[in-house]
């Protein structure tokens, strides 16, 4: 739920995950068919199945100001924000307006661009790339289908748990539709682009999502869905020692 936690705020150093040895950025996202549709603010964006079977991309409401939903997910914030995937930054460039210490992260040059100019920090990088703060971010947002990215839910889950701090709060955007749960290869396409390289990515309900969290030691908080969106807030697990982050201070 809402509320402030006092703790430090992550540098924008660069600074090493500890753990396994993770992915670096998957450059599907700076297709041009996404950076030219971000540049215009407008679509028709989809991903691809490799079935032929089209995901559409509400790149308008990604370009306009946070809607209702939006706002009452930023509301739900606490202390210092990682948005994963941030797109051309509405969320960020709207904490960043209530003064609030975030950062946005995305793999596309021109969704980190976009952001920068609305007013919003970004980071050109994946969530499974070495980040700054790694492990003192107090909020994660995983909006707009994120929960999706690298086509592998627990993989992501284990990496947010690491990039949060202990009891950290993760605000996630599943599928309306509760029933889905599935990992599929897309691209990224217009209607006349060739389409991007193909790339892993997952698609969640909230039911699959809470299964997923709860096997990886994630608490359930809350859920809700607002004009036909839903979102799930969860706790990240308590950290082990060996996976404590170092203070970049010294």
Known sequence: ??????????????????GRPLPTADPAWSADPYAD???????????????????????????????PADLDVLGRCEGAVLDVGCGPGRLVAALAARGR?????????????????????????????????????????????????????????????GVLTAGGLLLAETVPCPDVDERVTVRVTGLCDTPGAPFPWARLGTPALMRRARACGWRAEDRWSPDGRAFVALRAPARTPAATPTDPRG
């Open 1 to 18: 739920m809402s509320g402030a936690r006092a703790t430090a705020t992550p540098r924008l150093g660069s600074q090493r995950a500890p």
């Open 101 to 161: 210490r975030a950062l946005g992260i995305d793999v596309s040059e021109a969704a980190v661009a976009h952001t920068v100019r609305r007013g919003g920090r970004a980071l050109r990088a994946s969530v499974f790339d070495p980040l700054p703060g790694t492990g003192r971010w107090d909020t994660a947002l995983l909006m707009d289908g994120n929960i999706g990215i690298g086509g592998d839910p627990a993989a992501l889950l284990h990496r947010m748990a």
């Open 37 to 67: 549709a971000l540049r215009t603010g407008r679509g028709p964006l989809f991903l691809r199945r490799t079935d032929g079977w089209l995901l559409p991309l509400d790149v308008e409401r990604w370009c306009a100001e946070p809607d």
